[in-house]
């Protein structure tokens, strides 16, 4: 989903009377531009509506928060600034998660999201993506993750295109297989039609 940040403060406040902005790190860094351009200090929040709630609760004209506009209409606060963020790509994913897998019917522009565990053996993260390759299955996202603070054990999540019943990805997990000591399909969904606006 597109993701757009928002200067947010009490009634009555201006943008030239915030000095300070809260927010959740991450806001903080995606707006630091419109920030230095103001003279507004960052100022770290446990999230972005909890900014939202404190900086109402604060009742200070000069202290604003990042936030969503419907965090502003949620605890009473005036838009001052819409759309702060730096670069007009800014993008995050959600998803829906369930206790017990359901099955999700084939069709185009399906992605796939795995976990796996490599073997620790020379060469096998290599190895195991070879069949990625080889079977024509195109990777979008591949991440890894020490276990438990081992150097001999890394856990891997990938999301690849495709749907494991398709062919080319259903040989690339067979020999993804091979080559891990754990392998899991978290999950089989249709791509995002927001995705294609960003190519």
């Given at each position: 989903?597109?993701?757009?940040v928002?200067l947010?403060g009490?009634?009555?406040?201006?943008?030239?009377?915030?000095?300070?902005?809260m927010?959740?790190?991450?806001?903080?860094?995606?707006?630091?531009?419109?920030l230095?351009?103001?003279?507004?200090?960052?100022?770290?929040?446990a999230?972005?509506?909890?900014?939202?709630?404190?900086?109402?609760?604060?009742?200070?004209?000069?202290?604003?928060?990042?936030a969503?506009?419907?965090?502003?209409?949620?605890?009473?606060?005036?838009?001052?600034a819409r759309?702060?963020?730096?670069?007009?790509?800014?993008t995050?994913?959600?998803?829906?998660?369930?206790?017990?897998?359901?099955?999700?019917?084939?069709?185009?522009n399906?992605?796939?999201?795995?976990?796996?565990?490599?073997?620790n053996l020379?060469?096998?993260?290599?190895?195991a993506?070879g069949?990625?390759a080889?079977?024509?299955?195109?990777?979008?996202?591949?991440?890894?993750?020490m276990?438990?603070?081992?150097?001999?054990?890394?856990?891997?999540?990938?999301?690849?295109?495709?749907?494991?019943?398709?062919?080319?990805?259903?040989?690339a997990?067979?020999?993804?297989?091979?080559?891990?000591?754990?392998?899991?399909?978290?999950?089989?969904?249709?791509?995002?039609?927001?995705?294609?606006?960003?190519?």
């Amino acid at each position: 989903m597109r993701v757009h940040v928002n200067l947010l403060g009490v009634k009555g406040a201006r943008i030239e009377d915030v000095k300070v902005a809260m927010s959740h790190t991450v806001l903080l860094g995606q707006s630091r531009g419109f920030l230095a351009e103001h003279g507004i200090k960052s100022e770290i929040g446990a999230d972005t509506a909890g900014s939202a709630k404190h900086v109402a609760e604060l009742g200070d004209t000069s202290v604003a928060a990042l936030a969503s506009e419907l965090a502003g209409k949620l605890y009473g606060l005036d838009l001052l600034a819409r759309h702060v963020e730096d670069n007009a790509h800014n993008t995050t994913r959600f998803l829906v998660t369930a206790p017990e897998p359901r099955s999700v019917p084939r069709q185009s522009n399906m992605i796939t999201t795995l976990v796996f565990e490599v073997r620790n053996l020379p060469s096998a993260l290599y190895k195991a993506m070879g069949g990625f390759a080889t079977n024509g299955v195109n990777m979008l996202k591949l991440e890894s993750y020490m276990l438990n603070g081992s150097f001999t054990a890394t856990q891997f999540y990938a999301d690849v295109e495709g749907h494991p019943e398709d062919e080319g990805l259903k040989r690339a997990l067979e020999e993804l297989d091979y080559f891990t000591s754990e392998m899991r399909v978290l999950g089989t969904y249709p791509a995002a039609k927001f995705r294609k606006t960003l190519s």
